[in-house]
């Protein structure tokens, strides 16, 4: 019973920004790493970013310098600052976070349903 919404995806012109957020909800007992990854058409999917839950981060090569991964702890969500967009970066990009829930404290991976992020002219 937990769940991962991602927002903020949508058109953006070559060289353009968006802010992607990803908020967790739902019988949660603490979140480790949150991630973004993306898929484009036929190809497979790929990390972008993640964050761990005391601020460590790590980037995909093709993104370092451009893109930002933050995280709101109280929140429980992640976002992802994406500046200097390419038209080859087109693709439904996915939250996941390392999710220990309450009662079992079990530790899963969960996805969000993505959103599409499309850079174009």
């Known amino acids: 019973q937990v769940q991962l919404v991602e927002s903020g995806g949508g058109l953006v012109q070559p060289g353009g920004s968006l802010r992607l957020s990803c908020v967790a909800s739902?019988?949660?007992?603490?979140?480790?790493?949150m991630g973004w990854y993306r898929q484009a058409p036929g190809k497979q999917r790929e990390l972008v970013a993640a964050?761990?839950?005391?601020?460590?981060?790590n980037y995909a090569d093709s993104v370092k310098g451009r893109f930002t991964i933050s995280r709101d702890n109280a929140k429980n969500t992640v976002y992802l600052q994406m500046n200097s967009l390419k038209p080859e970066e087109t693709a439904v990009y996915y939250c996941?976070?390392?999710?220990?829930?309450?009662?079992?404290?079990?530790?899963?991976?969960?996805w969000g349903q993505g959103t599409q992020v499309t850079v174009s002219s």
């Open positions: 739902g019988s949660i007992f603490s979140i480790r790493t």
């Open positions: 964050i761990t839950n005391d601020g460590s981060t």
């Open positions: 996941k976070a390392r999710i220990i829930v309450t009662i079992t404290f079990w530790s899963n991976d969960y």
